[in-house]
Every structure is written in structure tokens, then in C-alpha cells.
């Protein structure tokens, strides 16, 4: 069966998004720029790359290898030409994360920004416990009283994907990480329009 995502535009993802009401596209970006910043890391893995926002963020000198994972392949190839700046590190994978069998590249930070909600906790342990990343730092989305796609002129897009979403509990993700021995080192909340909230959460592997 094909995954929902596979059918929304691009475009039509990134312009509800980004809309002023919505500003998740913008308060993603930003978050993502702390998220490759705060580590002094050589290789990060981002999961559900989509069209690569933040990725100016990356610094070919200092960054050996970004991998980008999406199951959307237009996604990726929209990303790879819009970063020819990055050809030397970043390298694109089409994955259905859904699969527990792939197995993910090593690397030591994973970005998992708007992505569990559609794989689920269980699945993203399946993936940590086979790559074991030194830090994985996640954004999950919490809705106040309101349903998970704000309203806009392109929410009929995204229609399918309630058939495989679901809001991912902060404190069922902490205990789960916690018993592949990943502790929380930073949790930030970033209040959107439209009673929605951004949680970001980072966890580090324990010794
Ligand atoms: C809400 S978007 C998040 C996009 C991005 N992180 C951002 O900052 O804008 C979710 C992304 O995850 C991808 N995705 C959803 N389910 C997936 C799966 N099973 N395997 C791989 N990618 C998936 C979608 O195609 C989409 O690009």
C-alpha cells in the first residue's frame, strides 16, 4: 500500500507550513539550525528530510556525511537540487522507515524532526538500538484541543494522513528511549500559532 506521503506535493506541504498562521516550516528551521549547531558532531542522519529545510545549516568543511531519509523520492530529488553546495557530504536515501529491517547508516546525531508521529515510538527504538547514534534530538508536535493539521487552503492534501498518524506521548518516548539507555539532556517548548506546540527533545546515549 502506498504511504499517504507519497501523494502530497511538495509544494502544497511547504506552502501550508509555512503559512503565517502555521509558521512550523520557519520554527522548524530554526530549530534545526540549534540541532546541527549544538554538536560537535562529523556525521548526522536527518529522518523525514522531506525538501531539506535547515539544511543550509550544514557546513560541508566541518560535516563528512549527512544522510537524508524519506520515503517521498520527489522529495529527495527536490532537496538534492536545491543543495549542489552539499554534493560532497549529503547523500539521499529513499527508506520506508517503516520497514524495522532496513538497516539505517551510522552516524552520531539523529534528527527526527515531525516524523515519529507517522512510524511511531516503537518503530524509531527498533531503528536507535540498530545504529545507536550518540545523540538523537527529536521535535514532536503537541496539539491543544485542535486536530493535527491546522486549517488552511491545502489542508484536502493532507486528508490520508490521518490513517497513520498518531500524537506521540512526550513521556512514553522518554521511557522507551530510556531502556535502550538514552537520557533526556535538553527539552524545549516552542509555542506555534493555532494552540500548537513544538517539543523538542534530545537524549544522549548513557556510558
Ligand atoms: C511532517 S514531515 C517533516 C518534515 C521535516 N522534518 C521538516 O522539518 O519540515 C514528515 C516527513 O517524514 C516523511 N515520512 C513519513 N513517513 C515515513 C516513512 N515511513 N519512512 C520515511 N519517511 C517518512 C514524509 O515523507 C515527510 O517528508
Not at 509544494?11 to 546541527?36: F, G
Not at 521535535?139 to 498518531?166: C, G, M, R, W
Request: charged content about 25%; proline content about 4%; aromatic content about 8%.
Amino acid at each position: 500500500m502506498t504511504n499517504p506521503w507519497e501523494k502530497i506535493s511538495l509544494s502544497d506541504y511547504e506552502e501550508h507550513m509555512k503559512l503565517q498562521d502555521i509558521m512550523q516550516l520557519q520554527t522548524l528551521n530554526k530549530i534545526m539550525q540549534n540541532q546541527i549547531n549544538q554538536y560537535p558532531v562529523k556525521t548526522i542522519t536527518i529522518l523525514g528530510i522531506a525538501g531539506g529545510n535547515g539544511l543550509e545549516y550544514i557546513n560541508p568543511e566541518k560535516h563528512d556525511k549527512v544522510y537524508g531519509i524519506d520515503i517521498n523520492k520527489a522529495y529527495l530529488e527536490i532537496c538534492k537540487n536545491r543543495f549542489p553546495i552539499l554534493a560532497s557530504c549529503l547523500e539521499l536515501k529513499a527508506i520506508d522507515l517503516m520497514d524495522i529491517n532496513t538497516k539505517l547508516p551510522k552516524s552520531e546525531l539523529i534528527i527526527a524532526n515531525l516524523l515519529i508521529e507517522y512510524i511511531g515510538v516503537e518503530t524509531l527504538i527498533k531503528h536507535m538500538k540498530q545504529t545507536l547514534p550518540k545523540v538523537i534530538s527529536c521535535v514532536i508536535q503537541k496539539n491543544i484541543d485542535q486536530e493535527f493539521v491546522s486549517s488552511s487552503p491545502y489542508q484536502q492534501a493532507f486528508q490520508d494522513l490521518s490513517s497513520i498518524h498518531t500524537d506521540v506521548h512526550e513521556e512514553l518516548l522518554v521511557e522507551c528511549l530510556k531502556t535502550i539507555n538514552y537520557k533526556v539532556i535538553v527539552r524545549k517548548e516552542y509555542l506555534l500559532p493555532n494552540k500548537k506546540m513544538f517539543i523538542r527533545i534530545d537524549f544522549k546515549m548513557m556510558r
